[in-house]
């Protein structure tokens, strides 16, 4: 089945520090999405991307669709306390799939003041 | 809005004791999805329903039942729990329609002796 490898697991960062993560797949989506979980929550989406090549931001969070529409990155810039949380990447493959997501496995953020 | 609501929010069962989740949104969402979260896993897909009166098999469905109550409802079934079912399960639903992004639950936390 298709599976999405998530990097890094997990992030330990200085306040004010940008951060990457990234997602790839060995097949092709048509969607992309990026959640954020906060502890005890469900995961809450933060920005969605429908076409290969798009870049989109939402406030200090940009992502990426990959021009190959296999991969997609977040960045967060000049990281605050509560951006601390877990960040899935998810994608729609379309077709038979279409409304099913798969998740990455998750990247762990922990930011110290 | 309240979005989407879950119940219960905590869940306690023995071995072989059965149990229903309860979902419902108010979002007016033709499909909903009911997920598992286990520590490092991501989020798994049990079962689905693109649209009232449908239910489907996702990725894991092994000791699982569904039903779509209504176009607001859907709930899990637990009918002989397991300790490999302890775990966190998260609703969410969607449009169902055009490029589709998914919204979730605040999730219930099962656990099992």
């Known amino acids: 089945g298709q599976q999405l490898n998530q990097s890094p697991q997990s992030m330990f960062i200085q306040e004010g520090e940008d951060v990457s993560m990234n997602c790839t797949s060995s097949s092709i989506f048509n969607t992309w999405l990026w959640y954020k979980q906060d502890p005890g929550e469900g995961p809450v989406l933060l920005i969605a991307l429908y076409k290969a090549g798009e870049l989109t931001s939402n406030g200090r969070l940009t992502a990426q669709f990959g021009i190959t529409r296999k991969d997609s990155f977040l960045n967060i810039s000049a990281s605050i306390p509560s951006d601390v949380g877990i960040y899935f990447c998810?994608?729609?493959?379309?077709?038979?799939?279409?409304?099913?997501?798969?998740f990455g496995q998750g990247t762990i953020l922990t930011v110290h003041p | 809005n309240a979005g989407v609501t879950q119940t219960p929010k905590f869940q306690v069962l023995k071995t072989g004791q059965s149990m229903t989740l309860q979902c419902a949104q108010d979002?007016?969402?033709?499909?909903m999805y009911w997920y598992r979260q286990d520590p490092g896993m991501g989020l798994r897909l049990i079962y689905y329903?693109?649209?009232?009166?449908?239910?489907d098999k996702g990725e894991v469905p092994n000791g699982y039942n569904v039903s779509r109550l209504n176009k607001r409802e859907f709930s899990l079934r637990l009918e002989s729990a397991a300790p490999s079912q302890t775990s966190v399960y998260f609703c969410a639903s969607s449009s169902g329609v055009g490029p589709d992004t998914q919204y979730f639950g605040p999730g219930t936390r099962l656990t099992v002796l």
């Open positions: 998810a994608g729609n493959a379309g077709g038979t799939s279409y409304g099913k997501l798969t």
């Open positions: 329903s693109a649209s009232e009166g449908t239910t």
């Open positions: 979002m007016n969402h033709n499909s």
